[in-house]
């Protein structure tokens, strides 16, 4: 079983930043993709970065210039830094990871439980 925890949401006002952190923790082999994707009341969950192991990276379109993703392997942790806020980014943000648990074995999903993100105009 894997776990992946976050932390770093919380409330900010339009145009600063914030940093989110996903740690992930259990049986873990390796970790392939590793993630962030969003969730705003009334919307449906929208794809906000995503990086794999060698460091290449995607971003949805509304982020693009404004997050930065980045991971550091050796502690299974994916960071996401925001900057440059808007009230249009206030959502639940969930990390997410594709995780091998052991040699041979099939890469499986798995979700953090959520870490609300709040930007005031």
């Known amino acids: 079983q894997v776990h992946l925890v976050e932390s770093g949401g919380g409330l900010v006002q339009a145009g600063g930043s914030l940093r989110l952190s996903c740690a992930a923790s259990?049986?873990?082999?390796?970790?392939?993709?590793m993630g962030w994707y969003r969730e705003a009341p009334g919307k449906q969950r929208e794809l906000v970065a995503v990086i794999i192991p060698g460091g290449s990276t995607n971003y949805g379109d509304s982020v693009k210039g404004r997050f930065t993703i980045s991971r550091d392997n050796a502690k299974n942790t994916v960071y996401l830094q925001m900057n440059s806020l808007k009230p249009e980014d206030t959502a639940m943000y969930y990390c997410y990871a594709t995780v091998v648990e052991k040699r041979w074995s099939t890469a499986r999903q798995y979700w953090g439980q959520g870490t609300q993100v709040t930007v005031s105009s």
């Open positions: 259990g049986s873990i082999y390796s970790i392939n993709f």
